[in-house]
Structure formats: structure tokens, C-alpha cells
């Protein structure tokens, strides 16, 4: 008699109670039991059983009938929530430390590792001195052409020319080569020179013991000088793989006038 | 710049001259012992090895005439040579 859809089919009684000569006061409560007790008895492992766990629960609440359902019993109490937290947050702190410190290192080894090389000489940093060309040998099976060449900068007056076009010789052999100097004009004109090695590999190979260059020279008007370069190849260029088909070196000076402010190029990156 | 240059090549470092400069010979005093090198530079086509005795007699000329200091030859890569008796007495 009572209409059973749906969820609410779970309801329905089987039986109706509801009769004619039930319906009356005293008996309103005999049903409303019945039904409730129906209600609860239905499995909270279905598929609705958090629903009917609720109704039952509110339902047993109101009769005062008591039930042992499922409780869910708390993961993590308050308690331990914050241990794990201060945990957490430690071991963030000795990563975030640790990855800070590999990120300095790694920046570190530059300088440190051009340090480390300078003071014991390994990997190739050489320190020269004249005990060191006192004790070059030359290396004879390496012959060398040194090509010279000379010029002067464009408001420069000063006519400025090798004496001599090539040398040759061997890396470990020191070599003179002079280039010659004149001023044609009736000032005394002052200058300073730079120079230039090509191939630019070469140049770090290229030792100069004594020269003319990054130096003010005077001139008197008309005079004209020699300017020796006294040099020589280190002996560690036959050993460079990279130098392996280098067999000429072109050495070439540059003379600027000396005037305040004049910013000298220098050979090599600056 | 020359960081991490690949082979551990090394870096291109201007330095001054180990010696520093040639003061100029404004007099001519050597001016003969460089014509005797450039000539002997000439007939052997540009052959440093065979001119080294007159390149040594050039700077033993110029440090005697005080146009460089003083300098054992040895340390200037002339060690195969017996030392001069008044110049190349450092």
C-alpha cells in the first residue's frame, strides 16, 4: 500500500501494517518502530551504507536504539601531524643546504682550480724565467719560417720597416731580428708600438726576451734606429697537436704616435 | 673568454717582454755588429742557426755599451758558446 521507488524500495515493508483497524493513535508508533528497525537491520556493507548508516544512526537516535556500526578511526592525531611536519621540514632544510652548497662548488672550481694550476704547474702553465731559457734545448727536427712585417698607424709619421723578411729557425733557439725606424718629419715625434702573432695559437708559444714594443720611444727629427726583438719559440709548440701543420709565423709590430688617452690594442682578447 | 678552452690549451696571456725594452741606440755603436748579422742573415737565406755567433757578438756589443743590462750568455740562450771575458761576466 505504501508506493516503493527507488532508493526508498529498501524502505518497503514486505507486510503492510498499515491495515484499517491499525489506523489509529496507539499504533502510530508500533509502525513508526518497525519501520526503523527494518531500516537498520539492512547491511552497512551495501552500497549504500554511508546512507543508511545515517539514517540509521539518526533514526536510532531517536528511538534511543543503539547500534554498533563501523566507525572510522582518525589516520594521524593532531599530535603526530605536527612531529611529521617538524620532520619535513628539517630534512627540507638539510637538502636545500646541500644543493646550495654543490651549486657554490661547482661555481668555485674555476678559480680555484686556475689557482691550484698556477701554484703547482700542471696542465701546462709555464713559469718562465731565465733559468728556463738557459736550460731550453732547441728541438732540431721542427724548422720554422718567422715572417716579420711593420706597420704604423694612420696619423703616424714615422716611417717604419723589418729589415729583414724571415728568419728561419727552430722552437728552443733565441733569435734577433731588428726592424729599422725613421722620422722624416722636423718634430720629435714619440711612439709606442704592439704586436700581433698569426696563426693566434702560435702567439701563447711566442716569447719575447727583450723588444721595443708597449714602450714610448722618442725620435728626433730625421734621425732613423734599429729596434732589435730578441725572442724564441718555446719548444712545447712541437709538442702542440694543434700547431701540427704551422710552419710559419708572422710576427707583425704596429707603431702608434703617443698621445694622451691612446688605448694601445693589445694582442690576444682583452 | 679562454674558460674551459677544449685540450687544455693555454690561454693567450699578453705579457711584457721577460726583459723588458730595448733601450733605443740612438748613437749607432752596435749599428756595425748589425750589419755583419743582416749580411750573414742574407747569404744564408735567413738561417738563424748559422748566425748565431754574430747576434751574440751584437748583444755582447750592446751590454757593453750599456743598452742592456748585463746578462750571463748562457741565459739568453747561448749556453753552446764559451762566455765572452769582459761582457758576459754577470
Redesign the interface.
Known sequence: MIGCQGRIALLCIKKPVLTKSTWNGHNMMTIIRQTALKASSWTVYGRYSSHRADVASSTSQLLGVTRPYLQTRPFKTGRIQDDWRQKNKSLMMYIGGIGVLVAGLAYAC?PLYRMFCQATGL????K????T??Q?KPVEDREL?IRFSADTAASMRWNFRP????????PG????A?YTARNPTDQPIIGISTYNVVP??A??YF?????????E??L?PN?E????V?F?IDPEFAE???MYKVDAITLSYTFFEAKDGLRLP????? | MSFGSPGGARSFKVSPPQKGSFPLDHGGECKEFMRKYMRCLRDTLGENTKCRVESKDYLECRMKNNLMAKEDIKNLGYGDFKPASEAGNA
Open positions: 674555476v696542465g701546462g702553465t709555464v718562465h724565467g731565465s733559468e731559457v738557459a731550453m719560417e729589415r729583414q723578411s724571415a728568419i728561419k729557425l727552430v733557439e733565441t733569435a734577433l731588428f693566434f695559437e702567439g701563447q716569447n719575447k726576451i727583450q723588444c721595443f714594443c708597449f714602450e720611444q722618442r728626433e734621425e734606429v734599429d729596434m732589435p730578441f724564441f702542440d697537436p694543434a693589445l694582442p690576444g682578447y682583452s
